[in-house]
């Protein structure tokens, strides 16, 4: 039986993602968890099966950007864009992220961890209501996706962030 190991991003780590976790829509998005990471603003957790990447989230310390987030939790630390290869979906490595991001925030101190999930979504938000997190806020979702002449699309999905207390 394989292993899920859960571990921060090493910058060796970033070229295997781009292989193994591709993103065509943002291109440069490991690379930028990564740096987001390095600066201090977040931890990228990385989820290995048999030394291949097969999942992803990232913990932004500094809270959700949505100001309709902010205006109700602040910095609350959010758990953003968990990501697990379509193959291997079912099979515990998202709960197996998400503990882990849980586990950093009370490593910090921390006593909220957040997420947000579309509208589009209900299969992950069965998961995060399994796991605890009740709804907070809805929101917009606002990001950046590039096509394949390299153009900048910005996009919005409507969303609901969720909170589960951790102590």
């Known amino acids: 039986m394989d292993r899920t190991e ?3 991003c090493r910058p060796e780590d970033v070229p295997l993602l781009e292989r193994h976790l591709p ?3 943002a291109p440069a998005r490991h690379a930028g968890r990564f740096a ?3 600066a201090g ?4 957790l990385i989820a290995w099966r048999d030394a291949v990447p097969v999942g992803n989230g990232q913990v932004r310390w500094d809270g959700c950007a949505a100001p309709e987030v902010r205006a109700v939790l602040g910095d609350c630390p959010e758990f953003n864009g968990l990501d697990v290869r379509e193959d291997l979906r079912g099979r515990g490595i998202g709960i197996a992220l998400v503990r882990a991001a849980e586990r950093l925030a009370r490593e910090r101190g921390r006593t909220l961890l957040g997420l947000g999930v579309t ?3 209900p299969r992950a938000a069965a998961l995060y209501a399994r796991l605890g997190y009740e709804p ?3 929101y917009t979702d606002r990001w950046t996706s590039t096509d394949a002449q390299g153009r900048t699309h910005e996009q919005a999905d409507t969303a609901t962030f969720l909170v589960r207390r951790l102590d």
Not at 41 to 44: E, F, R
């Open 41 to 44: 603003h977040g931890t990228y």
């Open 136 to 138: 907070v806020s809805a």
């Open 23 to 25: 993103t065509p829509d």
């Open 6 to 8: 859960i571990r921060p």
């Open 36 to 38: 987001r990471q390095e």
């Open 119 to 121: 509208d589009d979504n």
